[in-house]
């Protein structure tokens, strides 16, 4: 277990709605990611953050935003939730770059109905 | 941009059958490469990595070795198990700039008794 806490772990909610998932790590790790994995889209980066308040943008962004207001916890935001949202959302954390390992969360399936 | 290109699955085999998934990557410079095995429920978790060219990465009885010229890292088994059903991914990693983990489609493996 490399420390790392998803919440919720599955969630329903419906269209337009705003969503909050939360990362939390035990780890000090610098480096966050939250990646979707889609059928036939294995996993796609969707923010990356590489310090408190340092985030970026990933390939697949838009509609969503991230914020990092302390090294333990990288929060992922659906501001109005659609069903094209629906996915497995997975954070991974990495204590360093290039060749480095990353470890990733349970996941959080969530459904947009 | 970076890309990874894996063989579709499902990969179906019987047990201590020889196993291949194809990983061909895209990248410039000198990418570390990674496998990473997902079990049904879970996360992803790291099986192997090779961080230069020819170098071999393995673990529990699968390697893969970084092909420079061929731009591949193959994973193999040469006896594979019920236990090894899951899903594969190949990823890269560059080694400069931000070193964004990027991963492949997946290739599932199932493995009959």
């Known amino acids: 277990d490399a420390g790392i806490t998803q919440s919720p772990r599955h969630k329903v909610t419906e269209t337009g709605t705003p969503v909050t998932l939360r990362c939390h790590q035990t780890e000090n790790h610098r480096y966050m990611y939250w990646y979707r994995q889609d059928p036939g889209h294995g996993l796609r980066l969707i923010h990356y953050?590489?310090?408190?308040?340092?985030?970026d943008k990933g390939e697949v962004s838009d509609g969503y935003s991230v914020s990092r207001s302390k090294t333990e916890d990288f929060l992922l935001t659906l501001e109005s939730a659609t069903s094209s949202q629906t996915s497995v959302y997975f954070c991974?954390?990495?204590?360093?770059?290039?060749?480095?390992?990353?470890?990733f969360g349970q996941g959080t399936r969530l459904t947009v109905v | 941009g970076n890309s990874v290109t894996q063989m579709e699955g499902p990969v179906t085999l019987s047990e201590e059958a020889f196993l291949t998934i194809n990983c061909t990557y895209t990248?410039?410079?000198?990418?570390?490469l990674f496998w990473y095995v997902q079990y049904p429920g879970e996360g992803l978790q790291l099986l192997l990595k090779a961080t230069k060219a020819d170098d071999k990465g393995s673990n529990k009885g699968f390697e893969a070795t970084y092909r420079k010229e061929t731009t591949s890292f193959h994973l193999e088994k040469g006896s594979v198990q019920v236990s090894d059903s899951a899903v594969y991914f190949c990823?890269?990693?560059?080694?400069?700039?931000?070193?964004?983990?990027?991963f492949g489609t997946g290739t599932r493996l199932l493995v009959s008794p």
């Open positions: 990823a890269l990693s560059q080694n400069t700039g931000f070193q964004k983990l990027v």
């Open positions: 991974a954390i990495r204590p360093g770059t290039g060749n480095t390992e990353a470890f």
């Open positions: 953050s590489y310090g408190v308040k340092d985030t």
């Open positions: 990248a410039t410079g000198y990418p570390s």
